[in-house]
T-cell receptor, first 110, second 116 residues
């Protein structure tokens, strides 16, 4: 079964705009991770935020975590055509088992 | 430094057959996890191998089995294939001793299995 739910399911924006994706989860977590997947191939790790952290940055990426609401958001600033991909959140419990959401499909229009 | 590799890239099998998928972890990684990803869905955890033993298992039937070799490479075996087994099978490696610890998993490109 899926742990997380990403919202929206799909998002289409113009190049240069910011893209925000949200993830909600159900159980307590050790950390939450965001991954990118291009064209149904392998997943690329983007960023990890631990349960005691509230915000984290990596380049054009900003992730927030609200454990009281069991939710996270991924912000991609100044989007580029190469950012077109599916984005997944995954939560890790104390056994480091990753449980995934269904993903957000992001399309960047040139 | 080679990343995670998987073989084959694509595979077509018939219902009832058996299949073996292979994975070589990233150099220095000793833990291998397998995931099944149906079209349009997120990955589903199958199982994880560490020190040649299955350490964790997701909600998959016994038709799904695996093995880890002394060099940390791994195989995923699926018996009595069903149409519903058609999916992208992803292998990921990690290590508790790396800077990222076991938290971060590195994924291979996947094997696309089609069951007819």
């Amino acid at each position: 079964s899926q742990q997380g739910e990403e919202d929206p399911q799909a998002l289409s924006i113009q190049e240069g705009e910011n893209a925000t994706m949200n993830c909600s989860y159900k159980t307590s977590i050790n950390n939450l991770q965001w991954y990118r997947q291009n064209s149904g191939r392998g997943l690329v790790h983007l960023i990890l935020i631990r349960s005691n952290e509230r915000e984290k940055h990596s380049g054009r990426l900003r992730v927030t975590l609200d454990t009281s609401k069991k939710s996270s958001s991924l912000l991609i600033t100044a989007s580029r055509a190469a950012d077109t991909a599916s984005y997944f959140c995954a939560t890790a419990d104390s056994n480091y088992q990753l449980i995934w959401g269904a993903g957000t499909k992001l399309i960047i229009k040139p | 430094d080679a990343g995670v590799t998987q073989s084959p890239t694509h595979l077509i099998k018939t219902r009832g057959q058996q299949v073996t998928l292979r994975c070589s972890p990233k150099s220095g990684h000793d833990t291998v996890s397998w995931y099944q990803q149906a079209l349009g869905q997120g990955p589903q955890f199958i199982f994880q191998y560490y020190e040649e033993e299955e350490r964790q298992r997701g909600n998959f039937p016994d038709r799904f089995s695996g093995h880890q070799f002394p060099n940390y490479s791994s195989e995923l075996n699926v018996n009595a294939l069903l149409l519903g087994d058609s999916a992208l099978y992803l292998c990921a490696s990690s290590s508790p001793r790396g800077l990222a610890g076991r938290d971060t998993q590195y994924f291979g490109p996947g094997t696309r299995l089609t069951v007819l």
